[in-house]
């Protein structure tokens, strides 16, 4: 087994060898270009967002700067946004579902080190996937540590890092996160906190 087959199997790799590094330069390249895009050619972002994640919709938008380890790691449904500074360590598969979307600075780290120093200062790390569901919406600066998965319909509040799971159709926020009540039927009038809609058209 080499190291991207261990790296896969959620075992502990090496990133420099059997042509990691490699495969992580060629996506720096990638970003590279992404991030350095004229604001006049914007019309190329979702060509370069194929180019760059393993999977996505159609209807994809990330603001740049973006920044990601692999890019073919990433999955991404339909109807995707986010805004600055989205941050995905994808060295564990991250699968991220549709109409989704994330505020500024956003990160994803789906890749852990050894706790004890003697085991982390060889080098080894370790994938460990990160699933978010459909119509979910992570507010800036909102953190998922590793193997975290996030059901449905889930409104994570802005600066929280998320160390567990969360179920669907939930309010959650804090550091640690955590579920503050249910998302109802009744939040559909509301635009923001207690306002109701003036419009008809939502």
């Known amino acids: 087994m080499d190291q991207k087959e261990r790296m896969l199997s959620e075992l ?3 990133p420099w060898l059997d042509g990691m590094r490699e495969e992580h330069i060629a ?3 990638k970003i590279f270009e992404f991030n350095h ?3 006049e050619r914007w ?3 979702p060509a370069l967002l194929r ?3 393993g999977k996505c919709g159609e209807k994809v938008w990330i603001e740049a700067p973006f920044h990601c380890d692999y890019g073919w790691n ?3 449904g339909e109807n995707f946004y986010a805004n600055y500074g989205l941050t995905v360590l994808d060295v564990g598969k991250v699968i991220i579902g549709k109409n989704t979307m994330f505020g500024p600075n956003v990160s994803l780290y789906a890749v852990t080190h050894p706790l004890h120093p003697d085991s982390r200062n060889s080098g080894y790390e370790v994938g460990i996937p990160i699933t978010i ?3 979910v919406w992570l507010g800036g600066n909102v953190v998922i540590v590793p193997g975290v998965t996030i059901g449905n319909n889930v409104v994570v509040g802005a600066g929280s890092v998320v160390t567990k799971d969360l179920p669907d159709n939930v309010l959650a926020v804090g550091d640690p996160c955590r579920i503050v009540r249910e998302i109802t039927a009744a939040d559909r009038d509301l635009y923001f906190r207690d306002r109701k809609f003036d419009v008809s058209d939502y």
């Open 74 to 76: 990433i999955e991404v």
């Open 51 to 53: 180019g760059i994640l």
């Open 43 to 45: 019309n190329e972002i």
């Open 12 to 14: 502990p790799y090496k």
């Open 27 to 29: 996506c720096k390249r």
């Open 133 to 135: 569901g459909d119509n």
């Open 37 to 39: 895009l004229p604001p």
